[in-house]
């Protein structure tokens, strides 16, 4: 990620790690609805200072038809 970012595309159940200013930390996107999307401030820890980017999360592809 970079300080250009503005949006990330993820799927639902991904894990995924951040780098943050050098600071790292992980989500799993286990979302209840199968199409969602996010601020990353929202899941960031609090002392973690995130830059404004919204991050999509798609349907599963193991789970389609």
Known sequence: MTSST???NVNQDDVVTFV???SP???QFDTLR???SL???SIA???VSVPA???YVAPN???QN
């Open 25 to 27: 930390f992980t989500w």
């Open 53 to 55: 980017v919204r991050i």
């Open 39 to 41: 601020e990353l401030s």
């Open 34 to 36: 199968s199409s969602d």
């Open 6 to 8: 503005k949006y990330l």
């Open 20 to 22: 943050v200013n050098g």
């Open 45 to 47: 820890p609090r002392e």
């Open 61 to 63: 592809p193991i789970y």
